[in-house]
């Protein structure tokens, strides 16, 4: 990423630097190696990182797998990101290893080296770093994460295929019905011109939509083209995101299979972190950031009744965060004294509900999308061919 800073090196004078580095702490370390005084300092962004937020490109899953394969192998931690970093052929996750292997080398610990670049290691897993270091097992923590990511992973795939089919036909229904209308109708239109008013209304008024189409042809494609490139803008947008978020919670049938996808993100996470040793009171703060606002809130009611003594099943289940289900599991978990490994078992639940749930809608979502289509194309082509019906019933 490329930083803008203004700096100075003597009272009278500002200059503006441009810097490569992975962030703006790394942007002001290069700043102050060549003496400068960083007064701002501010991300450039390309047109294209305007138009698509860049995301962390750091590939932290197969980060984690080639640490704990290296690991495994008989070398230190320090050694295994070392290798990774000599390896990487990336320059700006390169970089960030580098500094990790730095931070190690100092004495500091992997987890004070982690937080170092929030945008790349999320608190979760800084978290179950931290937890692993007081155990001396950090392999576990390595694993227990590497499986904990790749069950969310399989859960968003399976929602993500579900929707590229349908997509693919909203697709090319809505290119077919642009070519008829805008090549096939006003063809049509103009053996229909003697005609005049004996023509069907509703094939009047599809003539004319097709003659304007065609007289206007290039400001037509301008208009879809913008409109395009506004649905995209607006679908990277993490206000435009919430918003459509909000209002499919508001649809019964959709909210409460959001409401099941969220808790079972909830559950599956911290039973990672409680398996992992941290403390139900801070893993129950980290986990209430994958929550909806609506369901925070039932969080921080639930957390509010542990801290008073009452039971977790007690807890959860007053503030809406169970199903009967996952509630009797939960009563099971807190018997046996398993309540980490119990979480992780009602999210495989919640998880396998949801494929159930994602493949009954697709297998009836998508007949009644190709009946859509079938149908708004299917009047198009007996609109035009109508006055010819009606003109050959005349001649009989």
Request: glycine share 8%.
């Amino acid at each position: 990423m490329k930083f803008e800073i203004k700096a100075v090196r003597t009272p009278d004078s500002v200059v503006a630097l441009t810097f490569d580095a992975v962030d703006e702490r790394d942007a002001k370390a290069q700043a102050g190696a060549q003496g400068y005084s960083v007064l701002t300092v501010k991300q450039k962004q390309s047109l294209r990182e305007w138009a698509l937020p860049r995301r962390s490109q750091f590939p932290l899953m197969l980060f984690s797998q080639e640490l704990l394969s290296l690991m495994n192998a008989g070398l230190t931690v320090v050694d295994g990101i070392e290798t990774l970093a000599e390896k990487e052929s990336r320059p700006d996750s390169g970089e960030i290893l580098k500094q990790i292997v730095a931070h190690l080398y100092e004495g500091r610990s992997l987890s004070y080296a982690l937080q170092s670049f929030p945008a790349v290691f999320p608190p979760l897993y800084i978290s179950t770093v931290r937890a692993s270091e007081k155990t001396g097992d950090l392999g576990e923590a390595l694993s227990r994460y590497i499986a904990y990511q790749s069950q969310v992973d399989v859960v968003r795939k399976k929602v993500v295929s579900a929707s590229i089919y349908p997509l693919l036909l909203m697709g090319a229904g809505g290119l077919v019905t642009i070519f008829l209308m805008a090549y096939v109708v006003p063809r049509f239109s103009r053996l229909y011109e003697d005609m005049g008013s004996n023509l069907p209304m509703l094939s009047r008024l599809l003539l004319q939509w097709g003659k304007l189409l065609q007289s206007n042809g290039p400001l037509v494609l301008v208009a879809l083209l913008l409109i395009a490139a506004g649905t995209v803008y607006l679908g990277t947008r993490p206000a435009t995101r919430r918003w459509v978020m909000q209002r499919l919670w508001q649809i019964p049938a959709a909210g409460e299979r959001m409401r099941v996808y969220q808790l079972a993100r909830f559950y599956r996470t911290l039973g990672m972190l409680l398996r992992g040793g941290t403390p139900l009171g801070p893993a129950l703060k980290m986990v209430s950031e994958l929550l909806q606002p609506e369901l925070r809130q039932h969080l921080q009611g639930a957390a509010k009744k542990i801290t008073e003594g009452r039971s977790i099943s007690y807890a959860m289940e007053m503030h809406g965060l169970t199903t009967p289900v996952s509630l009797r599991m939960l009563q099971v978990g807190e018997r046996t004294g398993e309540m980490g490994e119990m979480m992780e078992r009602i999210a495989a639940f919640y998880d396998e509900e949801m494929a159930r749930w994602v493949e009954w809608f697709t297998r009836l979502f998508e007949p009644l999308l190709m009946a859509l289509i079938g149908l708004v194309i299917g009047a198009i082509v007996v609109l035009m061919y109508l006055p010819i019906f009606e003109l050959a019933g005349s001649l009989q």
